[in-house]
Nanobody, 127 residues
Framework: QLPFVESGGGLVQPGGSLKLSCAAS????????IGWFRQAPGKGREGVSC????????KYADSVKGRFTISRDNAKNTVYLQMNSLKPEDTGVYYC????????????????????WGKGTLVTVSP
């Protein structure tokens, strides 16, 4: 059973907004650094954003800085990705991934830095 479940994807027009959620299933989210990754059609998976276990440290890909915001609510066992000013190039399957560990400020945008993955949610940005 995958420990993370993504939701919130859908079809949105350019310039619009979506908020993705990553919920922990059978896992305690506060034990994990959580990252969002995406895979566009015909391309490899890339890191979008990551938040540390404490929530104090975040990291963003240059392509989404100033438009996306990652946050976490450990009481609700959920991490969010608020996506604003969406562009067609933001289209893809968005995956939530996590890495447990004792270092509370760990963040990474590398796939190999994550141990557990969700199934993904599709985001389509199109007129």
């Amino acid at each position: 059973q995958l420990p993370f479940v993504e939701s919130g994807g859908g079809l949105v027009q350019p310039g619009g907004s979506l908020k993705l959620s990553c919920a922990a299933s059978g896992a305690t989210l506060s034990d994990y650094a959580i990252g969002w990754f995406r895979q566009a059609p015909g391309k490899g998976r890339e890191g979008v954003s990551c938040i540390s276990r404490s929530g104090s440290t975040t990291k963003y890909a240059d392509s989404v800085k100033g438009r996306f915001t990652i946050s976490r609510d450990n009481a609700k066992n959920t991490v969010y990705l608020q996506m604003n000013s969406l562009k067609p190039e933001d289209t893809g399957v968005y995956y939530c991934a996590g890495r447990p560990g004792f270092y509370t400020e760990y963040v990474t945008l590398y796939e190999n830095g994550m141990d557990y993955w969700g199934k993904g949610t599709l985001v389509t940005v199109s007129p």
